[in-house]
Each structure stands twice: as structure tokens, then as C-alpha cells.
């Protein structure tokens, strides 16, 4: 760790198994994410030790090291830089985000065709890993980072970005849902990424909502309008659940239960118990419940009972919403009820709208 400098009074976010913290390269000045993972150790007269189960343990908290530099070539991927381990920690170093998906949409109607390109990347980023036979099984918009361009911090104003951590509450006039992370007292099985964390606060800028970023106004010129859409690059993080698709990965419910699958909520809820699966089709499931609470600033579901009952989501919501048809029906095939009839990454690719 000589190469890199941590902030420890600068805390990005907090876990029950790591911290994070800001840092930065001494040699090239560059802004870090250090994500500290704490290990499960024997301590006894001054010495160290990990017996053989605590040392199984400590590397499956390696895990998600390993399919980001795994899936290091795909769109979308926030790099890992180095990892770095002690006898009682792993060090994550990890590039900087400006902001996630969920601060970021909080409180206002965001532009489609925005939407579009965060979104993209991480379709094509879901199709990497799904054809190199990787599930994510954790997808939700605070699990989706936002970093602004360079070349649109060079272009405008620094101003444009206001460091206001005080969220917005409202979507439309209505009430911001609730987040999943607010239920975990009424729900008896939440799963959330191995460092103990549900959201990806591992890499953003004073936690989150990291930055009150300037939304785009309906006033504004075509080629800036033009540029604000496409001022971000979007990556896929938070990869501590992520399996390789086999016979055995579908075995065990994982994820938020609000961006969760049907199939994955009943076995939450052991309505069935021997069900097996299918994290490709999930993965699919959550991008879509993703799209929808971007659109209506609502979940489309009560967790308790719509869900088990196999009824079809709050379509009118997103009807309501003000997006194109081709957005609706998009959303609409990824949250088909059945697992079998979802389209895969690679097709959802190809959707008229993801190529508008």
C-alpha cells in the first residue's frame, strides 16, 4: 500500500465485514476508492492465525475481486486496480464514481434518451458476463455508478455540480419509495454482497447520494441537451454475489428482495423450497424493475403479496409515466412473470429502443 495514500477521516461507506474510504495514487494523484475488507482471524497471545474454516471464508471474500478482473474487458466494468493483502485485511483499489443511478434519479423526471445511455452499457456489460457464464444477482440503480466524462468537466462548468448530500424525496409529487434497505426489519431474508453491504457505497464520492448533480432543463439547446445526455459513463458494480451460472448456483435466494424475480422471492419467502433458479433470467428481471422505478419513482410491487400472488405489475404507472412505447414494452418483456419467456442480455440488446 506504499503506492497509494487512504483517507481514513474520509469514509465512503460502511459494512459489516469493510469500510471504504477515499484515497489516492502518490505517484499519479489520481482519486481512489479503497475498499477495506476485514478478515475473520484468531488473535491470541500478540499472534495472527486463520484456522482452515476461517481461511475458506476469507477467500470468498475475494470473490468479487476476482470476476471484475474476470469480466475486466467488458463495457461498463468499474476497474479494479490492485488488490493488496495483510494478515487481517484485503485492500480493494478501486476507481472513483461520482454518483449512482438511484442519487441521481431521486426526485426528478429524467430525460429518455439519458436513461438510454447509462443503460446501455450496462445491457452489454450484463451480456459479457452472462456469455462468460457470470450472473450478477444483485442489479438495482445503487448498484449501477455514474462518473462524469472528462471531457464534459473540461467543456462546462465545475459549478454545474453542487456537493449537497440532502436527497430529494419527491418523483412526480409523490413520495420517493422507500428503499430496500429500509424494509430489512419486515423481511426475513435479506441477502446483500459479501462485505455486508446492499449498495455499492464502496466507490462513490461521500457516500450516498454522493452528488446533487444539475439535471438537464427543458429549456435547453439541442447540441447542449445532447451533451448533458451522454456527460456520464455508467458502470455495473457491486459484484460480491456474483456466481458462475452452473447447477449449483441457483440453489440459494440471493439479492434485494424489491429488485428481486418472482422465483427468487418465493424461495425467500421458502414457499418453494426445490425451485432452482435461473440467475440469467433474474439478472433480466432486475434490470427491468430498474427501469421502472426510473420511470414512475415507485416500485412496482408490495413485496408481501403481489409478487407471491404471480399478478402482473403496476403497469398503468408506467403507462402514466410519460415514456415511449418501445420503454414500456421493454420494461415489459424483462419483468415477464415467467422466467423462460424473459429475453436474454444478448437479445435485450438488440431492442429497438436500446438502439434508438
Known amino acids: ?53 476461517q481461511q475458506a471464508k476469507n477467500r470468498r471474500l475475494l ?24 494478515a487481517t485485511k484485503f485492500y480493494f483499489v478501486m476507481e472513483l464514481a461520482h454518483s449512482d443511478l438511484n442519487s ?20 452489454e456489460c450484463l451480456k459479457h458476463a452472462h456469455s462468460h457464464n457470470v450472473t450478477h444477482r444483485d442489479i438495482k440503480p445503487e448498484n449501477i455508478l455514474l462518473r462524469i ?24 409529487g409523490k413520495q420517493k419509495p422507500t428503499t430496500p434497505q429500509d424494509l430489512s426489519n419486515d423481511i426475513p431474508h435479506i441477502f446483500s454482497s459479501n462485505d455486508g453491504s446492499s449498495i455499492p457505497s464502496s466507490m462513490l464520492v461521500n457516500g450516498s447520494p454522493s452528488m446533487d448533480i444539475e439535471k438537464t432543463s427543458d429549456s435547453t439547446d ?20 456474483a456466481v458462475e451460472h452452473d447447477c449449483n448456483s441457483g440453489r440459494k435466494p440471493v439479492g434485494t428482495p424489491l429488485y428481486a424475480a418472482p422465483e427468487v422471492v418465493r424461495k425467500m419467502k421458502r414457499i418453494r423450497r426445490r425451485e432452482w433458479i435461473n440467475y440469467r433470467a433474474c439478472d433480466i428481471w432486475s434490470l427491468g424493475v430498474t427501469m421502472f422505478v426510473i420511470a414512475t419513482g415507485n416500485y412496482p410491487y408490495h413485496i408481501h403479496d403481489a409478487i407471491e400472488a404471480q399478478s402482473p405489475p403496476n403497469w398503468a404507472a408506467l403507462e402514466a409515466s410519460g ?7 421493454l420494461t415489459q418483456q424483462l419483468m415477464n412473470l415467467t422466467a423462460e419467456l424473459r429475453p436474454s442480455a444478448a437479445e435485450a440488446c438488440n431492442d429497438p429502443w436500446l438502439q434508438g
Not at 439541442?222 to 454475489?241: H, I
Not at 415514456?323 to 414494452?329: A, D, G, L, P, R
Request: charged share 30%.
Open 63 to 86: 470473490n468479487e475481486a476476482w470476476f471484475i478482473d474476470y469480466l475486466k474487458d467488458a463495457p461498463g466494468i468499474c476497474k479494479m486496480l490492485r488488490v493488496v493483502e495483510t
Open 323 to 329: 415514456m415511449s412505447q418501445e420503454y414500456i414494452t
Open 222 to 241: 439541442s447540441s447542449t441537451l445532447y451533451n448533458q445526455n451522454r456527460r456520464f459513463d455508467a458502470f455495473l458494480a457491486d459484484w460480491g454475489l
Open 149 to 172: 466524462r472528462k471531457e464534459w468537466l473540461q467543456n462546462n462548468d465545475i459549478a454545474t455540480l453542487s456537493l449537497n448530500s440532502k436527497p430529494k424525496t419527491k418523483v412526480n
Open 104 to 123: 441521481y434519479s431521486n426526485g426528478t423526471n429524467m430525460r429518455e434518451e439519458e436513461i438510454r445511455h447509462i443503460l446501455k452499457p450496462i445491457f
Open 1 to 53: 500500500m506504499d503506492q497509494y495514500k487512504l483517507y481514513k477521516r474520509h469514509v465512503l461507506g460502511k459494512g459489516h465485514h469493510a469500510d471504504v474510504y477515499k484515497g489516492s495514487d502518490l505517484l499519479t494523484g489520481q482519486d481512489l476508492a479503497i475498499k477495506v475488507i476485514y478478515k475473520t482471524v484468531t488473535r491470541r497471545l500478540g499472534f495472527v492465525k486463520e484456522d482452515p474454516t
